[in-house]
């Protein structure tokens, strides 16, 4: 990073959304992002971020206005993303998985002024966008979508220098909505500034230094806030630039990170356990001596799986806990070693609560519900959801739902979270810890364990295995796997049966689709 005064200068550019305008000035034609054999200097990427801000004013698009973004990882969502913040927008990114009636409610909720969409989701924008009356600008990249202008065409004829009137916009991303309908994690403008110094202060902490050949690798898709923040916000702040994967594998990772030199970049559990269960001469293929710095977080990552990763890749592995709604802990790899399976300690005492059911403080071990300390200034609302809003805050407080417990040293460990629950002959059952003995097994390539309605037992556990690629799920493997649990876990956590799947449904953000395996199993209790 800069020297002390020019970090100054940075953070005032950054609290104004000129973060990347910053890094063209000092590194022109330092990469700021790579896609396939497509590279965007600093100096392009901002000239293209002008660009757009100019051709949404001249559409009646400005600040305070928001914009929907619907586009896969390249790299004019990283343009959008420089244009938004500097022109005062609020931008929502919406999951491009979703069906048009399901993108059409975020577009319509977020109050979107503009939709840009890829055209390869032409067809679920040009539905989407027609469901919100506030939609006045449509813009397509990449090819033709009905009712669209295109990108290139509206941004051909604007100039391309610095705005005058820099105003830092915001990010408004919504929930998953596995069940009901995704709410938008909204913040007051006033947070834009603070947040953008939050960003630079992890650029540091990360070990970004410009100028220097750093590369950071983005895994997950951009509409997600961890890959969004992590994977392209704090390093282009750091004068950094992406990598952009579009889909994730295994292999190809491993590739990019050689090819690039790739420095730095952000996991989901998921991915280090298919990293690992790569043959051993893939692995020992690649040169992964360049990899300096690994964050992760979304999910609870089985113990086994991380201490393989950072025997693998040494201790340059860093976990967070965070949503969309904020921020947690961090523990880096030293720490975690000495106490595996925890994800930091608060900076303050008072930051993370452990509360039983009536709201009472939990004793150090006694699982409960996780609560973190709201900012004095900017708290979180859920986007026109006042009861929701008011469901998620305790006091000071607020939850995401997680279940977990703080040790005698006030490190945090998570459990699980509350929706998640198995409630079997009246005893709480946590998935993700009978998941974490499963995975283990070297026939299990993903599982998801779930509750099933069962007449004696109220829910029986049920756990639903991916097998590893040529592996056949088989009566023999079941029992084989039900065995497994036996001398690892309590008897009542016990699976009552073991069924495969071909693929299990995952969020692209690394997180199991619960929701959707559930209602695969919702039928009448067996008697």
Request: overall charge negative; some cysteine.
């Amino acid at each position: 990073m800069p020297e002390t005064g020019d970090r100054d200068a940075l953070l005032e550019a950054a609290q104004r959304g000129m973060a990347v305008a910053y890094w063209a000035a000092n590194h022109p034609d330092a990469p700021a992002v790579v896609e396939r054999d497509r590279v965007s200097t600093f100096a392009e990427l901002n000239a293209q971020a002008n660009r757009l801000v100019r051709a949404l004013r001249r559409r009646g698009v400005g600040p305070g206005a928001g914009i929907a973004l619907l586009c896969a990882n390249r790299t004019e969502f990283v343009e959008v993303v420089a244009a938004a913040d500097r022109a005062g927008l609020r931008l929502t990114p919406v999951n491009w998985h979703l069906t048009a009636d399901e993108a059409g409610y975020i577009v319509d909720d977020c109050e979107a002024g503009a939709v840009i969409a890829d055209a390869r989701f032409g067809e679920v924008a040009a539905a989407a966008s027609a469901h919100a009356a506030s939609v006045t600008v449509r813009l397509a990249i990449g090819g033709d979508v009905d009712g669209f202008e295109t990108y290139t065409d509206a941004l051909a004829p604007e100039v391309d220098d610095d705005i005058d009137d820099p105003c830092i916009g915001t990010r408004m991303l919504y929930t998953s909505g596995t069940t009901g309908r995704p709410k938008g994690v909204h913040r007051d403008d006033s947070t834009a500034a603070p947040g953008a110094v939050t960003a630079a202060t992890l650029a540091w902490a990360s070990g970004y230094r410009p100028g220097r050949g750093q590369l950071h690798l983005c895994t997950g898709p951009l509409y997600h806030a961890a890959p969004l923040q992590l994977s392209l916000v704090v390093p282009q702040t750091g004068g950094v630039g992406v990598v952009l994967m579009d889909g994730w594998s295994a292999e190809e990772t491993l590739e990019l990170i050689e090819r690039h030199r790739v420095t730095h970049t952000h996991m989901v559990p998921t991915m280090f356990h298919r990293l690992l269960s790569l043959p051993a001469d893939v692995k020992e293929r690649h040169d992964l001596s360049s990899l300096s710095f690994v964050v992760h977080g979304a999910a609870p990552c089985p113990v086994p799986v991380k201490q393989a990763i950072i025997e693998w890749w040494g201790p340059i592995v860093a976990e967070y806990y965070a949503a969309t709604e904020g921020a947690g802990t961090v523990v880096l790899s030293d720490e975690w070693l000495q106490r595996p399976g925890t994800v930091g300690r608060p900076e303050t005492s008072d930051h993370i609560l452990i509360l039983d059911d009536d709201g009472n403080p939990c004793a150090p071990r006694e699982v409960g519900t996780v609560y973190l300390k709201a900012p004095s200034e900017g708290r979180f609302d859920y986007f026109k959801d006042g009861d929701k809003t008011a469901g998620a805050y305790r006091g000071g407080h607020y939850t995401l739902g997680d279940v977990g417990y703080l040790d005698e040293e006030g490190y945090l460990f998570l459990t699980d979270r509350s929706a998640n629950l198995i409630i079997s002959g009246g005893v709480n059952i946590y998935p993700a810890e009978v998941e974490a003995v499963l995975i283990n097994h070297p026939a299990v390539g993903d599982v998801g364990v779930i509750g099933v309605a069962d007449t004696d037992w109220g829910e029986e556990v049920v756990a639903v295995v991916e097998p590893q690629p040529g592996v056949t799920g088989t009566p023999e493997l079941a029992a084989e796997l039900l065995e497994w649990c036996r001398p690892r876990l309590a008897r009542f956590k016990w699976p009552r049966r073991v069924d495969f799947v071909e693929v299990l449904p995952r969020h692209d953000n690394g997180k199991l689709y619960r929701q959707l395996l559930r209602e695969r199993y919702r039928v009448t209790p067996r008697p």
